[in-house]
C-alpha cells in the first residue's frame, strides 16, 4: 500500500549519511578518496581518519578530532566544520520528523528546534549578512537533495488547499478521507506541510493501515483543539497524542516554511521537508507531485499553486502535463474564479484533457485516475 522507497535505496552510493555508512564504506573499500560524508559525528573515528585515504573527499558538518582534521585536510579533503550555535544543522543528510522539529514540546512550542529556527530566521532574515544567507541556502539545498533520495521511486500526489480549514469541520474530515483513499491507493501523499487543509490529508494517510473507526476517533480528539491559535502547544499536542496511540501509520510528506513562521508543521506528516526559502518550497513541492495535485478550497496561497502548477504543464517543460483536479465548483468558479481561466488556458493543448473541476472531496481519487490515464 505504501510505496515511499526506504530512505537511501538510490542516494549517489558516494554519498556518506550515517555511521554506519561511514563504517560500512571504510571496511568495504578501504578509502573514503572522492567520498561526500554529511553530517556524520566522527569524534569517534579518528583513527579510521588517520589512517584511511581521503583525497578529493568532502567532510560537511561532521565533528571530528583536531588531529583527524588536520590530517585529512592534508590528504586534499575539504572539511566544512560543523557550525556552532546554531538551532538546525545546515548540512544534514536526511528530511526532519515530527518527533525532531517539536522535541521539547513539552516545555512549550517555543522551546522547540522548530520554534528557536524560526526565531534565528527572524533575526538574521534581515540584516543582510552573507554567512546567514549562505547557511539558509546550503540547509534547504540539503533538504532538497534529502527529499529526492526520499521519493526516488513514489507516485506522488499533491494535497493543496487552505491553512483556515478547522479540525472538527466537515470539510477537515473531508480532506482526512481524500489522504487515506490516496494512500491506501498506493500513492505517497504531499502537502505544503501547515495546519489546516494540509494536517488533514496528511492525517489521512497516517490512518491508511488502521481500521475506517480510528479515523472518526481520531477527527473527534482532535475537534478538542481546533486550531494553532491561540496555543500551538495545546495544538500540536492533540496530535501527538493520536500519534502516541496508533503508531506506525502510513507514510506521507509534509513541505512547509520557516517563511511562514506563524504557522507551525503538522505533526502528521512522517517525513517533514522543511525550507527557509519560500519560493524554493512551493516550486520543490508542485515539481515532485509527478502523479498529480487535487486543490482543496484556499485562498492566495493554494491560488498561487494553481497556477504554479499550471505553468510547467502549459509548457510541458517538465514533460507531460500531470493531472489537476479542483475541488467545489462555487469556490472555483464564483468565489475566487481560478477555474474559468485555468480551463481557457488549457484550451487546445495537451493540459486540456488532465484538469478537472469537482464538486466534492469523494469524486477526487475517480477523477486523478480518470486523468492519469
Known amino acids: 500500500m505504501q510505496t515511499m522507497p526506504a530512505h537511501a535505496a538510490h542516494h549517489d552510493d558516494r554519498e556518506i549519511e550515517t555511521l554506519?555508512?561511514?563504517d560500512a564504506t571504510v571496511s568495504a573499500r578501504g578509502t573514503l578518496a572522492g567520498h561526500r560524508v554529511q553530517a556524520v559525528d566522527l569524534t569517534d573515528r579518528t583513527r579510521e581518519l588517520l589512517t584511511t585515504e581521503t583525497a578529493g573527499a568532502v567532510f560537511l558538518g561532521c565533528a571530528m578530532r583536531e588531529e583527524a582534521a588536520a590530517k585529512i585536510r592534508t590528504d586534499g579533503a575539504?572539511?566544512?566544520?560543523p557550525v556552532p550555535d546554531l538551532p538546525f544543522d545546515p548540512y544534514r543528510g536526511h528530511v526532519y520528523?515530527?518527533?525532531e522539529l517539536f522535541e521539547s514540546l513539552a516545555d512549550g512550542y517555543e522551546a522547540t528546534p522548530d520554534a528557536q529556527a524560526y526565531?534565528?530566521?527572524q533575526r538574521?532574515?534581515?540584516?543582510?549578512?552573507?554567512h546567514a544567507s549562505m547557511l539558509r541556502a546550503v540547509h534547504d539545498d540539503s533538504v532538497s537533495d534529502a527529499l529526492d533520495e526520499l521519493l526516488s521511486s513514489a507516485r506522488v500526489v499533491g494535497v493543496m488547499g487552505g491553512h483556515a480549514m478547522a479540525r472538527g469541520t466537515q470539510e477537515y474530515?473531508?480532506?482526512?478521507r481524500l489522504g487515506r483513499e490516496l494512500a491506501r491507493a498506493g500513492f505517497t501523499v504531499a502537502t505544503g506541510g501547515g495546519p489546516g487543509a494540509m494536517e488533514a490529508a496528511n492525517l489521512g494517510a497516517h490512518a491508511a493501515p488502521f481500521g475506517d473507526e480510528m479515523l472518526t476517533e481520531s477527527l473527534e480528539l482532535l475537534s478538542k483543539a481546533p486550531h494553532f491559535t491561540p496555543s500551538i502547544t495545546q495544538w500540536a499536542t492533540a496530535a501527538f497524542e493520536i500519534r502516541a496511540r496508533w503508531p506506525h501509520g502510513g507514510r506521507s510528506v509534509g513541505i512547509p516554511t520557516w517563511f511562514y513562521g506563524h504557522e507551525p508543521?503538522?505533526?502528521f506528516a512522517s517525513h517533514i521537508a522543511k525550507y527557509f526559502a519560500n519560493a524554493t518550497r512551493e516550486d520543490g513541492l508542485l515539481a515532485r507531485c509527478n502523479a498529480g495535485v487535487v486543490f482543496l478550497p484556499g485562498a492566495a496561497g493554494t491560488v498561487q499553486e494553481i497556477f504554479d502548477n499550471a505553468t510547467p504543464n502549459y509548457y510541458e517543460s517538465r514533460g507531460e502535463p500531470t493531472p489537476m483536479v479542483l475541488v467545489n465548483r462555487a469556490h472555483w468558479t464564483e468565489k475566487l474564479p481560478a477555474w474559468p481561466l485555468l480551463q481557457s488556458?488549457?484550451?487546445g493543448r495537451s493540459m486540456e484533457a488532465r484538469i478537472a473541476l469537482v464538486e466534492r472531496i469523494e469524486e477526487a481519487p475517480e477523477a486523478l485516475k480518470r486523468l492519469g490515464g
Not at 575539504?78 to 566544520?81: A, C, D, G, Y
Not at 538574521?124 to 552573507?130: E, H
Open 20 to 22: 554506519e555508512e561511514f
Open 78 to 81: 575539504l572539511v566544512f566544520p
Open 97 to 99: 520528523s515530527p518527533d
Open 119 to 121: 526565531a534565528w530566521f
Open 124 to 130: 538574521t532574515k534581515a540584516d543582510g549578512d552573507i
Open 173 to 176: 474530515a473531508g480532506a482526512a
Open 265 to 267: 508543521p503538522n505533526a
Open 345 to 347: 488556458l488549457a484550451r
